[in-house]
């Protein structure tokens, strides 16, 4: 199992990114794919996950500014992150486990990490 993440930065406060994370190795449409991050001030934390079908779950406090998705055709997941502010500024992971339904974005469920890439807003 291999898991990239790209598309992490330097943006200022109010800006956008969308993070990518390219999936090999496995079978893709039967994992549910996930996000984490880890910033100073909260460690490590569940953004949002995805099933292999499209259903999402997201940590309550990131519904509003983060969105996941995935296209399973190139392996693909995605995680668009809007109105950045400097406590969004960690290393977001992606994850992937084989799930037969939705799988709550939590560090335990989750058995397969990409490196991360780093986010960085400034104020």
């Known amino acids: 199992v291999r898991l990239m993440e790209s598309g992490g930065g330097s943006v200022q406060a109010g800006g956008s990114l969308r993070l990518t994370c390219v999936a090999s190795?496995?079978?893709?449409?039967?994992?549910?794919m996930a996000w984490f991050r880890h910033t100073p001030a909260k460690g490590h934390e569940g953004v949002a996950s995805i099933s292999g079908v499209g259903s999402i779950l997201y940590k309550d406090s990131m519904k509003d500014r983060f969105t996941i998705y995935r296209h399973n055709p190139n392996n693909t997941l995605f995680l668009q992150i809007d109105s950045l502010q400097p406590e969004d500024t960690g290393m977001y992971y992606c994850?992937?486990?084989?799930?037969?339904?939705?799988?709550?974005?939590?560090?335990?469920?989750?058995?397969?990490w990409g490196k991360g890439t780093q986010v960085t807003v400034t104020s």
């Open positions: 190795g496995f079978v893709y449409t039967k994992a549910c």
């Open positions: 994850a992937a486990e084989y799930c037969s339904g939705d799988i709550r974005p939590l560090v335990r469920y989750f058995g397969y």
